[in-house]
């Protein structure tokens, strides 16, 4: 039997997608964000933002990785923000965009579409990229606008 979640828990429960680590598989992952990002309300703009940077940390992961390897994702709803984690087997890239190397701008890129960007080592000693998007309050309704005439 189906468990119905209220609004506030199912916001709190994790989304976890485990792929092989194929580029043609990227698209998986950008539409389950479109779910999960439609569920939390996160709009539009926002949404296009974090999917690009999305592709952008899978194809990191994928492409420091072996053959064989696995693309863990996970997105953690919380109440004002979004967190996607991509974990993918393989060692760490290491770029910073001051570096001028591939991976350091597809990190720039990463930092320039949503609102945090961490990198660090996952207990299973991968490297995990964190994409953090803040969630807009909706606005009161009833409210104008700043350029609304009294």
């Known amino acids: 039997m189906a468990q119905n979640l209220s609004r506030d828990e199912a916001v709190a429960a994790p989304i976890c997608l485990s792929l092989p680590a194929d580029e043609a598989l990227i698209q998986v992952a950008r539409l389950t964000a479109s779910g999960v990002a439609a569920h939390v309300g996160l709009d539009f703009e926002a949404l296009e933002d974090l999917k690009l940077a999305i592709s952008e ?4 992961r994928i492409e420091s990785g072996a053959a064989q390897a696995t693309l863990s994702i996970r997105f953690l709803p919380e109440p004002t923000r979004l967190v996607v ?22 990190i720039a890129l990463m930092e320039a579409m949503v609102d945090s960007v961490e990198r660090f080592l996952g207990r299973s000693g991968n490297e995990v990229l964190r994409l953090t998007k803040e969630i807009a309050a909706p606005a009161p309704s009833g409210s104008s606008s700043p350029g609304d005439a009294d």
Do not use: K, L, R, W
């Not at 984690?85 to 597809?106: F, L, N, Q």
């Open 57 to 60: 940390a899978c194809a990191d």
């Open 85 to 106: 984690e991509v974990e993918g087997d393989g060692p760490a890239a290491g770029g910073t965009a001051s570096e001028g190397d591939e991976a350091g701008y597809a």
